[in-house]
């Protein structure tokens, strides 16, 4: 695990909240790490809190995370860390990344980051993972909740009914316009077990019925309702076919 986590600070990221497992708090495990290697940390998120973000010397915010444009973020940056250069060559943004911003993705960025904090936490994103949960325990008593007992990112849940695999419940799922995900929200097409659960010491069968439900800003209550009979549809077919195997 060290050897892990000293290999990340090498490259300088630690993306916070785009995984398909969010247990504990690792920035705080990275940080004396990366104090041990006088190394700063670039920690990667849409939300930080009112003192800011922690130890880490960079601070990321991504448009697209927080409803804004594609294409468009800001660098906040402490001044221990101010040597990083982007794109050299024109003086942009005081040398750190040259050529033309884009005014029109900046404007939509600043318009979505100022409405986005009301809107996220009166969407209450905590409350609906909470009876997704408790949802999916009443459908599936045998659930796995990945960390449940730790310090989680309150808007995603990643779970697992085993022997029923992800790719086919996915697939029922589509087929009623509901979007989940079996791997990070920066994987596409991703096949093959998650290497956040293998890390965790999930065994290999349960992770590959390991899924990933997450709710934003715009999320309702009604999104989870309509994702519970969803699922229950699923379970349902997935119990039918094991009774006819036996």
Known sequence: MRGFLLALLLVG??????????ADDPAAVCEGLAAEQALPIL???????????????????????????????????????????????GGQETGRRGGTESAALIAGFGAAAAAFPDKFYRAGTGTLIEKAEQGLKALAPDVVIFGATANRVGNT?????????????MMGLD????????????????VGPSHVLKAMGVPAELSE?????????????ADIEVFLDGFSEVLERHRQRRGKAA
């Open 43 to 89: 920690a990667q998120s849409y939300q930080f809190t009112p003192s800011g973000y922690g130890n880490a010397g960079f601070g990321p915010l991504i448009g697209a995370f927080g409803a804004g444009p594609a294409g468009v973020g800001a660098l906040l940056m402490k001044g221990h860390a101010d040597q990083v250069r982007l794109i050299p060559g």
């Open 175 to 190: 087929l009623k316009g509901i979007s989940i995900s079996s791997g990070s929200a920066c994987s596409s097409g991703k």
């Open 157 to 169: 849940c990643n779970f697992a009914v085993p022997g029923l695999k992800n790719a086919v419940a």
């Open 13 to 22: 990221a630690l993306a916070l909240p785009t995984d398909s497992a969010h």
């Open 209 to 221: 019925c390991a899924m990933r439900l997450s709710v934003g800003w715009n999320s309702t209550q």
